[in-house]
């Protein structure tokens, strides 16, 4: 990984829901891995919203990662009370962030959007606010991770949600979404899939539309010894025999991914099963151990012989997917999973049916050749650091935030 390209300075606002750090889930992973990598040149400031109790609480709260890379945190009552109303939602995502934004008092955060030379917006609806409250010549992105029209969608098939139930979500996000394509200097997409979409369906120019996948931190998540194997296996209490890792936040297509595993742990005797993430709370049996949220995934995936991507909705692409192949680990998945990657079946994955038997046929040919298994997760790990590692991703976003940005 070369350095990013010598560039001026650039101070980049970027926008979010809800919190960034500690980066634990999809989202905050990839916003924090490109702030991170921008931050070695940039001043890079995240702009949250808080929605934990309690709910009187008001006022902004710092974070500072680095002298050039910070968080900072909005806390007011009514944010807070919007945030939760939105996160007890069926999708469990906080889409109401814009209606956050402005319950909050916007003027108390103006000044951020002053001090910006570009802004980034992760999500569409907090997209109008924001272009609202940056100056009239200060260049606002649309920094996409998903199509969410069809990422919502997905999610209400996956959870059983009924379409009358779904639809008023699903109109006010397509509204949202098709409002920040149009009025973005600049939309990015984490995959040529999301970028045709965006602009065969919502108009998006083009010539305004980048590519910024998502990634891993190679240097972070990496190969595990079998001394390190055997270590993390003991750390974690697990049984001899061969383990196969699940990794999930809480949300949709992750609990229906969740119910494969359920199903797979209780048709198959040969394998332990481990659910690492919030997406349930710990539970223990002879083959299925759930955890329950995690403060690091690394030692699971040294413990694990074995990943798992049964991921059959949802949209964008598979950060979980990344960390399996970043940890050199061999890996089965539905074809959903390695959607929008170059990853391939059979070469730096196995991509299966949403079948049992399917699923129990590729993981055990895996188990029974190591020395398969191992070349596959070798090519994996080769393939997350030659196009998938962070610091090569922030380059090219990078690229085009210095071109957007005022000259000095």
């Known amino acids: 990984m070369g350095p990013l390209v010598a560039s001026p300075p650039v101070r980049v606002l970027d926008v979010a829901p809800s919190r960034v750090f500690p980066a634990r889930r999809g989202m905050t992973v990839r916003i924090a891995g490109l702030g991170r990598e921008l931050s070695r040149r940039h001043h890079v400031r995240h702009l949250t919203l808080a929605s934990e109790r309690p709910l009187r609480r008001r006022g902004v709260t710092l974070h500072e990662v680095s002298s050039s890379h910070e968080e900072l945190q909005r806390v007011h009552p009514l944010s807070s009370l919007v945030m939760r109303v939105s996160a007890g939602s069926w999708h469990e995502a906080p889409v109401l962030g814009g209606l956050a934004m402005r319950a909050g008092g916007p003027g108390a955060i103006v000044e951020q959007f002053r001090w910006a030379d570009v802004v980034l917006v992760e999500f569409p609806w907090q997209f109008k606010l924001s272009r609202e409250l940056a100056p009239r010549d200060t260049p606002c992105v649309y920094a996409s991770l998903n199509v969410e029209t069809d990422k919502f969608r997905s999610w209400a098939e996956a959870v059983a949600v009924s379409p009358a139930r779904a639809a008023p979500w699903l109109r006010y996000i397509r509204r949202a979404e098709r409002h920040a394509v149009a009025n973005a200097d600049l939309v990015t997409t984490v995959s040529e899939l999301d970028r045709d979409q965006f602009v065969d369906r919502f108009g998006a120019d083009p010539d305004r539309t980048i590519v910024v996948p998502n990634g891993v931190d190679t240097r972070h998540f990496r190969p595990a010894t079998a001394e390190e194997r055997a270590a993390a296996r003991r750390q974690l209490g697990l049984p001899d025999g061969p383990v196969v890792l699940f990794q999930g936040a809480n949300m949709p297509a992750n609990t229906a991914g969740l119910q494969w595993v359920r199903r797979l742990a209780a048709a198959d ?109 070798s090519a994996a790990r080769e393939l997350a650091e030659r196009s998938y590692d962070w610091g090569g991703i922030a380059a090219t976003l990078e690229d085009a935030l210095v071109g957007l940005a005022p000259v000095s």
């Open 269 to 377: 005797g040969r394998f332990t099963y481990v659910v690492a993430g919030s997406v349930a709370a710990p539970e223990r049996s002879e083959r299925l151990i759930v955890c329950g949220p995690v403060p690091d995934m690394r030692p699971y995936l040294a413990a694990a012989d074995l990943g798992i991507c049964p991921i059959g909705h949802g949209g964008g692409t598979k950060l979980k997917l990344f960390e399996c192949m970043a940890a050199g680990l061999p890996t089965v998945a539905f074809a959903e999973g390695i959607r929008g990657t170059t990853a391939r079946d059979g070469e730096h994955v196995l991509v299966v049916p949403p079948d049992e038997a399917r699923i129990l046929e590729a993981l055990g040919s895996l188990a029974d050749d190591p020395q398969a298994g191992k070349r596959l997760g």
